[in-house]
């Protein structure tokens, strides 16, 4: 018997410049290659639905920016994806997209294709640290694109930002976080920098070109931002997440419960019927595999009921609401305060975790380390 699968992730990797600091798959879009992306898509996807039967309720185009697609193709992959919604559902339909890159044109398609909500990289609203970054908009396009997509007609809005840049201030992560909070988004996601192995960003740093704030200014910044947003009234649910209530991504609830769905595009992940897979980075080998009738899946592997449920426990205790232990119970056959009962231990003792009848969750002082707690819950 095959598992439902809800939720739908389409990855389109064309960005305009490639930001420094990026390790997701994305090119610089190449016209000649738009159509091909599109057609190859939306193949997968007919194959998959030809496979089982498939309506989602939860649709995530992501990337890259899928909005440096020229208005006709992205109106012709968005049509193809929200055919696949589930008709009788309230359905969650989200686009990412950098600004100055949605243009009245986007926006109108967007709107004709039922995206309901707008994912925007922001990342910062201070000059210097968006070059910082390789980021090319300028603050002020961050209000313009809002105002376009808002007029539009979609009614969510979450916007992206970054702390732990370089140079960064407790001050200009204030301006930001403010800055941000003035177009009334429902959702912020904040992240901390990463130097990912292999990125312009890294080499940078170590060539000694940037130097890295240190952890305790960057931990700072990740507090104020905790305190700042739930005083505006978007509490955290998620380590790097903030939301109005009801406003969460239920898109991305789906990964941290760790439940099913389908990946499509170069590159993308998926998990179904308890295996993980992960398609071929490569666009232009993407679309020859798909344009052969191949699968275009480079990795898989598929999880025994042990590993599902460490993977499990270890993406739940992002959530602020932690480990469900009824639901963990139901779904797996053992209470987690039993299963991982030497973890438990080991972090409750430090303060890290805590355990009561209902969960057991990361404490705020957890969410600063969280990497090392749920490290050992696999």
Request: glycine share 6%.
């Amino acid at each position: 018997m095959t598992t439902p699968v809800r939720a739908l992730y389409v990855h389109v990797p064309f960005c305009r410049t490639l930001c420094g600091y990026c390790d997701f798959y994305s090119t610089r879009l190449r016209s000649d290659q738009v159509a091909p992306l599109v057609d190859a898509l939306l193949a997968e996807l007919r194959r998959w639905s030809d496979a089982r039967p498939l309506l989602f309720d939860t649709l995530f185009v992501g990337g890259g920016t899928p909005t440096t697609l020229p208005a006709d193709e992205l109106e012709r992959l968005l049509a193809g994806v929200a055919a696949r919604r589930d008709p009788a559902a309230d359905v969650e339909f989200t686009v990412e997209a950098n600004p100055a890159t949605v243009t009245p044109a986007r926006a109108a398609v967007l709107a004709r294709c039922g995206v309901n909500r707008l994912s925007l990289g922001a990342q910062s609203f201070e000059p210097r640290e968006l070059r910082v970054l390789d980021r090319r908009h300028r603050p002020e396009q961050v209000a313009e694109t809002v105002a376009l997509c808002r007029a539009a007609g979609l009614t969510r809005l979450s916007l992206d930002l970054i702390f732990g840049i370089p140079g960064q201030t407790r001050a200009s992560w204030a301006r930001s976080l403010a800055a941000a909070l003035a177009l009334d988004p429902e959702h912020l996601s904040c992240y901390g920098l990463t130097y990912e192995e292999g990125t312009p960003l890294t080499a940078r740093r170590d060539a000694g070109r940037l130097q890295p704030l240190d952890e305790d200014t960057e931990a700072d910044q990740y507090e104020y931002a905790m305190d700042a947003l739930a005083a505006a009234g978007r509490p955290q649910y998620e380590l790097s997440n903030y939301a109005r209530p009801g406003c969460e991504c239920r898109h991305n609830l789906r990964y941290w419960h760790n439940e099913p769905y389908l990946g499509l595009g170069p590159s993308a992940a998926g998990f179904i019927d308890d295996v993980r897979y992960r398609n071929v980075a490569d666009t232009a080998a993407y679309v020859a595999a798909i344009r052969a009738g191949r699968s275009a899946r480079v990795a898989e592997e598929r999880l025994p009921p042990e590993r599902r449920a460490g993977e499990t426990a270890m993406l739940e205790l992002r959530l602020v609401e932690g480990i469900d232990r009824r639901r963990f119970a139901a779904r797996f056959g053992a209470d987690p305060a039993d299963l991982f009962a030497a973890a438990i231990a080991r972090h409750t003792a430090t303060g890290l975790l805590e355990l009561d009848q209902r969960g057991v969750r990361l404490t705020r002082a957890g969410r600063l380390l969280a990497n090392r707690v749920m490290a050992d819950f696999l």
